[in-house]
């Protein structure tokens, strides 16, 4: 991308996201779950779709969105926007997602600081940003286009990574609290990528949750991770429970940023409704704590 392409955006100052979810712990809506979320109705604060797993104009899934969206506050969350591209978010996708949050109405909208597509070519992975001024132009312009396409703010979430580009003119937190204060955009803070970032590239989590701006979180997000084969680099796979260290490092969110709604993660090895279930019971254990906290001080 030549220097004459890049987009220059004024500075936005940031504002707190009109998430509309409530300061309570949800979980993610997955298929296996479906019949038995309709059947129950468990006491949850709010639920996370996917959101390209609903951008067909009908179908079973679409169906049990529609009918739960009556029960619990939705959050659309995305993971192929592509926000770190070049070529900026595809037209088809971003009108897929408009069609989408016109029809669900969700309470907060997400997408991934990464990059996932190089023109028609998409890759099954959320890839890390070289952080550099170029790259921030690039991004600050794509974050733009969608919420001016949705007429909305959105959140821009964290992603674990497993390496770093040579050539940086930010860390990764600044470069996070950068793209907040020029676009405006809120932050969906995910706990679990910081501390697998943090393990796997040796920097401090705490340095982390201290350069991002408590008006921009609006969400966070807890997952489980497993070891690498050479036990030398964590993966973020969602297939575990809540590690201690990372329920340790929301600890020091909270703490930070005050309570926040807080979303559990599950996306392989599913295990049954009841597990998730009580690992947001546990989450909601340290939000009442925070909320306790906020009260007395």
Not at 104 to 129: I, K, R, Y
Not at 155 to 178: C, G, I, K, P, R
């Amino acid at each position: 991308m030549s220097p004459a392409s890049v987009i220059a955006l004024p500075s936005c100052p940031p504002r707190r996201p009109p998430t509309g979810l409530p300061l309570q712990a949800g979980i993610g809506l997955r298929s296996p779950h479906h019949q038995e979320m309709l059947a129950t109705l468990p006491p949850t604060g709010w639920l996370e779709a996917h959101s390209e797993n609903f951008f067909g104009a009908g179908g079973d899934a679409l169906r049990v969105l529609e009918q739960l969206r009556h029960h619990y506050p939705v959050s659309l969350h995305g993971v192929g926007m592509s926000l770190g591209s070049v070529a900026g978010p595809n037209a088809r996708h971003l009108g897929k997602l408009q069609a989408l949050v016109e029809r669900v109405q969700p309470a907060a909208v997400s997408e991934h600081l990464c990059w996932s597509a190089v023109g028609p070519t998409h890759l099954n992975d959320l890839l890390p940003l070289p952080y550099t001024d170029e790259a921030m132009s690039v991004v600050c312009a794509n974050v733009a286009r969608v919420q001016d396409a949705l007429d909305q703010v959105i959140l821009v979430e964290n992603v674990s990574s497993y390496l770093q580009f040579a050539q940086a003119d930010y860390t990764e937190w600044d470069f996070l609290a950068e793209v907040a204060r020029r676009t405006g955009c809120g932050i969906l803070l995910d706990v679990n990528n910081i501390h697998v970032s943090a393990c796997n590239h040796g920097f401090d989590a705490g340095t982390y949750l201290q350069a991002l701006p408590r008006s921009a979180i609006g969400e966070i997000h807890l997952a489980g991770f497993e070891t690498d084969e050479s036990g030398g680099f964590l993966v973020d796979t969602h297939s575990r429970p809540v590690h201690a260290a990372v329920w340790a490092l929301y600890a020091k969110a909270l703490e930070r940023f005050g309570p926040q709604p807080t979303l559990i993660e599950w996306d392989n090895d599913i295990p049954e409704l009841a597990v998730l279930l009580a690992q947001a019971e546990q989450a909601e254990k340290h939000l009442q704590a925070a909320e306790s906290r906020h009260a007395h001080a």
